[in-house]
């Protein structure tokens, strides 16, 4: 199941792909204008973009950056999910460097419905491969939760 999960998302990305051409770059910027015009709420993790539209996102060089990063974490997440060692190694090591900002535990599963709603502005997603980010948003935040509990760390 996993391998076909892994296959699902994978081709999905490939309408939301990281590089360094502009097309490339922009995914990244579309995924923060969606997130930030989609679940304001959520700004507040942003330090210093609380009250950013989506035209704000576009020019700021931040959201260039963290679009890449975001999209990255996406790519690495499908590619190693068939491997679930290295994925769920990955999912903590990704808990671990989110730490310094005091996330909602909460928002780790919320993350693929925004994730796939960002998805769906890019491309045509059919339920098969809605339900494979959906089974891998369950897994990553099983991991991510336990792993939250072992550290100490709020969780759900």
Same mark, same amino acid.
């Given at each position: 199941m996993s391998a076909e999960v892994a296959r699902l998302c994978k081709h999905s990305l490939e309408s939301a792909r990281v590089g360094t051409e502009e097309d490339k770059i922009q995914n990244g910027r579309d995924f923060y204008k969606f997130f930030f015009t989609n679940y304001p709420d959520l700004r507040v993790y942003f330090k210093g973009a609380e009250n950013f539209t989506a035209d704000d996102v576009q020019k700021?060089? &931040?959201?260039?950056? $963290? #679009? $890449? &990063?975001?999209?990255?974490?996406?790519?690495?997440?499908?590619?190693? /999910?068939?491997? $679930?060692?290295?994925?769920?190694? /990955?999912v903590r090591e990704t808990i671990n460097r989110h730490r310094q900002f005091k996330?909602?535990?909460?928002?780790?599963?919320?993350?693929?419905?925004?994730?796939? #709603? /960002?998805? #769906?502005?890019k491309t045509t997603l059919d339920e098969a491969t809605k339900n494979a980010w959906a089974e891998m948003g369950r897994v990553f935040n099983e991991e991510a939760q336990m792993h939250l509990k072992n550290s100490g760390l709020p969780h759900v």
């Open positions: 700021s060089e &931040r959201f260039e950056k $963290q #679009g $890449q &990063r975001i999209l990255l974490a996406v790519h690495v997440l499908a590619e190693t /999910y068939a491997n $679930q060692e290295v994925f769920k190694a /990955y996330m909602d535990p909460a928002l780790w599963l919320a993350f693929f419905t925004v994730f796939v #709603g /960002y998805l #769906g502005t």
